[in-house]
């Protein structure tokens, strides 16, 4: 059964330059008494706000540095972490071998990036600015123990400790999103 061509033709749609609505067949908004325009000649809002971003890696309003740190965190977790004479660890293994409070930094950072997940509103990022912080210099505190605690037994026995790459990277992920929560919700 095939369509004649004026059925199959459908009607332009064409918008209101005022409240942007569409209408399919019609050349005046009902609203507003005005002509209807096609879309691409509907005046831009350059000077609007974003108020809201659609997915989680979205890095505008303020959302690079906390995932940016997040990131960080998560990638130092499982690099070398410590280096003794005669082992090399990451901070997973060390979690994992006993220091149970170090599951607790990326524990924060999860945590960070479900704050992430949720808030996508310029308002609501707002609002969460001091749980972005709290998170990032809580997350902060185990890695703080952990170092000293590795550092007092390994003195005791007469080794030393280096510390590595994964450390150094959990710190600069952690500072980034601290630093970074003050702009979280910004759009500047």
Same mark, same amino acid.
């Not at 009607?11 to 942007?20: L, N």
């Not at 998170?135 to 170092?147: E, H, K, S, V």
């Given at each position: 059964m095939s369509q004649s061509p004026a059925s199959?033709?459908?009607?332009?749609?064409?918008?209101?330059?005022?409240?942007?609505?569409g209408f399919e067949g019609r050349s005046e908004c009902p609203e507003h008494e005005l002509t209807l325009i096609p879309f691409h000649e509907l005046p831009r809002r350059a000077d609007r706000l974003l108020d809201e971003v659609a997915f989680l890696v979205d890095p505008r309003l303020g959302r690079s540095a906390p995932l940016l740190g997040a990131a960080l965190v998560l990638v130092g977790f499982i690099a070398?972490?410590?280096?003794?004479?005669? +082992?090399?660890?990451?901070? +997973?293994?060390?979690?994992?071998d006993g220091a149970g409070n170090l599951w607790l930094t990326p524990g924060a950072v999860i945590v960070l990036l479900w704050i992430l997940w949720q808030r996508r509103r310029r308002d609501t990022m707002?609002?969460?600015r001091a749980a972005v912080l709290g +998170?990032?210099?809580?997350?902060?505190?185990?890695?703080?123990?952990?170092?000293r605690r590795i550092g007092i037994v390994a003195e005791a026995r007469g080794a030393t400790v280096d510390w590595l790459v994964g450390l150094w990277l959990m710190v600069a992920g952690l500072l980034v999103a601290a630093f970074g929560s003050r702009r979280f919700g910004d759009g500047r």
């Open positions: 199959s033709e459908r009607a332009e749609v064409s918008f209101c330059p005022y409240c942007h609505q070398p972490f410590a280096r003794s004479s005669r +082992l090399e660890a990451s901070a +997973l293994e060390v979690a994992i707002r609002a969460a +998170l990032a210099l809580g997350g902060l505190l185990p890695l703080i123990y952990t170092c």
